[in-house]
T-cell receptor, first 116, second 121 residues
Framework: QKEVEQNSGPLSVPEGAIASLNCTYS??????FFWYRQYSGKSPELIMF????GDKEDGRFTAQLNKASQYVSLLIRDSQPSDSATYLC????????????????FGQGTILTVHP | ETGVTQTPRHLVMGMTNKKSLKCEQH?????MYWYKQSAKKPLELMFV???????ENNSVPSRFSPECPNSSHLFLHLHTLQPEDSALYLC????????????????????FGPGTRLTVL
């Protein structure tokens, strides 16, 4: 079982719609969860992180965390063509010695396409 | 992008060459990372440094040799690479990871440099 799993997509949504990106993780000890966006040929850029169960909103983005189900999602409201990118889910731990010492594990990413 | 810089941005090398990748962070962080990103594969963590000490080597072949002279600079020395080593190499940094301190998720947040696109012929 992969440590962090994402549907690779591509996920295609029309402009103005809500895009829903999902991620599951295997390590119950994980404490923080990150969403990054990566445009083709560029490096990942942080969108937001979440560490408490529930929702966290930042502009058009909402992260949702359910630790009991080991599930984290990212909603993008009013999707724009400029949101077309690969979205990476990352989860902290386990690091060396069984701690979460300085390590993020990334999923393979979901390709999102927003068409006009 | 200016918080973490990487040079060169593109590198083409033969299998017998020796080259180095450089990363510099201007964020006051104390942890630095090397990742490899190949087509259609997840980001692969290669090395972790915290306060200049290597804390993780993710079973990376010895033809990749990291160096961290201080908390702001990180190098990846390359020698006798193989064509399958062609990839995007990403450097990242985050705040310190002091053992025993209170956990703060902000310290896990990693900021990436623009990457070096490496092609091995």
């Amino acid at each position: 079982q992969k440590e962090v799993e994402q549907n690779s997509g591509p996920l295609s949504v029309p402009e103005g719609a809500i895009a829903s990106l999902n991620c599951t993780y295997s390590d119950r000890g994980s404490q923080s969860f990150f969403w990054y966006r990566q445009y083709s040929g560029k490096s990942p850029e942080l969108i937001m992180f979440i560490y408490s169960n529930g929702d966290k909103e930042d502009g058009r983005f909402t992260a949702q965390l359910n630790k009991a189900s080991q599930y984290v999602s990212l909603l993008i409201r009013d999707s724009q063509p400029s949101d077309s990118a690969t979205y990476l889910c990352a989860v902290n731990g386990p690091g060396a010695g069984g701690t979460s010492y300085g390590k993020l594990t990334f999923g393979q990413g979901t390709i999102l396409t927003v068409h006009p | 992008e200016t918080g973490v810089t990487q040079t060169p941005r593109h590198l083409v090398m033969g299998m017998t060459n020796k080259k180095s990748l450089k990363c510099e962070q201007h964020l006051g962080h104390n942890a630095m990372y090397w990742y490899k990103q190949s087509a259609k594969k997840p980001l692969e963590l290669m090395f972790v440094y915290n306060f200049k000490e290597q804390t993780e080597n993710n079973s990376v072949p010895s033809r990749f040799s990291p160096e961290c002279p201080n908390s702001s600079h990180l190098f990846l020395h390359l020698h006798t690479l193989q064509p399958e080593d062609s990839a995007l190499y990403l450097c990242a940094s985050s705040q310190d990871r002091r053992r025993g301190g209170l956990y703060r998720p902000e310290t896990d947040t990693q900021y990436f440099g623009p990457g070096t696109r490496l092609t091995v012929l």
